[in-house]
């Protein structure tokens, strides 16, 4: 699944990749029809709100936002979330399967500091306001090897202005990468965005990483994955 075709606000934008997998266990398709409608972003999908009105607020209180774009089946980002109870996760993730196995890990840890958008991250990032992102993950982001598809990847200049804008003076954005090339890609791609700056390039990851079942497979095939700090001026 990634991204490409630039569109205007409210317009569909591509998707590509799947968004179903296999047939549902009944606590998956169950966690889908219950919990996803308490943690789901009500007007982030263009269907929904064509004239991108805003969102009304996310969490009751301000409390710093971070969000991550891919959360897959969502090991990293319940393990954020626990470990750091006073921050609000927003998460973003179109493949259904990936979805219903967050949630069910979600309800597994009981915890209340988490809103999903199951769908494309571009969507939910343009109506956030100005500045509200203190730390943004991209974890293994799908990699696009074919150099006619490289325009589909999310460390895109498009993709980066966007984040640039939604993101507040100081914040991280951290990406994880087992592609050499996708790495050099980001690099350029930060280097050429007004912005940000490299804060670190690293081949270990960031204190209490929790692994992601992408890095896990990775890891298996004999992949080096690198993690690349950037910073938002
Ligand atoms: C290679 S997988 C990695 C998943 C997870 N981060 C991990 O490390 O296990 C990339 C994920 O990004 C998701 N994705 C692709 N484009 C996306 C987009 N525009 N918005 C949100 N998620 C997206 C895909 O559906 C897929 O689950």
């Known amino acids: 699944m990634q991204t490409g075709g630039e569109a205007a606000p409210g317009q569909r934008r591509n998707l590509y990749g799947r968004r179903h997998g296999k047939k549902l266990k009944?606590?998956?398709?169950?966690?889908?029809?219950?919990?996803?409608?308490?943690?789901?972003?009500?007007?982030?999908?263009?269907?929904?709100?064509?004239?991108?009105?805003?969102?009304g607020p996310l969490f009751p209180d301000r409390r710093p936002l971070w969000l991550e774009?891919?959360?897959?089946?969502?090991?990293?980002?319940?393990?954020?979330?626990?470990?750091?109870?006073?921050v609000g996760f927003l998460g973003c993730e179109p493949f259904v399967n990936g979805v219903a196995m967050a949630l069910v890990r979600i309800d597994a840890a009981g915890l209340a500091n988490v809103r999903l958008h199951p769908g494309?991250?571009?969507?939910?990032?343009?109506?956030?306001?100005?500045?509200?992102?203190?730390?943004?993950?991209?974890?293994?982001?799908?990699?696009?090897?074919?150099?006619r598809h490289h325009r589909r990847r999310f460390a895109s200049p498009e993709n980066l202005a966007e984040l640039h804008r939604a993101m507040a003076p100081g914040a991280e954005l951290r990406l994880a990468t087992d592609i050499a090339d996708y790495a050099r890609h980001a690099l350029e791609a930060v280097a050429a965005a007004p912005g940000f700056s490299?804060?670190?390039?690293?081949?270990?990851?960031?204190?209490?990483w929790p692994g992601t079942r992408y890095e896990a497979k990775a890891l298996a095939a004999g992949r080096r994955p690198q993690y690349l700090t950037f910073r938002r001026d």
């Open 26 to 55: 009944p606590s998956q398709r169950r966690m889908l029809d219950t919990l996803l409608p308490q943690l789901g972003i009500p007007g982030v999908s263009p269907d929904e709100n064509p004239g991108r009105a805003p969102l």
């Open 69 to 86: 774009v891919g959360f897959g089946a969502g090991e990293h980002l319940v393990h954020q979330a626990a470990a750091h109870p006073e």
């Open 120 to 147: 494309d991250a571009r969507d939910l990032i343009e109506l956030l306001p100005d500045g509200a992102l203190a730390r943004v993950f991209l974890l293994y982001p799908d990699p696009w090897p074919k150099a």
């Open 198 to 208: 490299v804060a670190s390039v690293e081949d270990a990851p960031w204190p209490g």
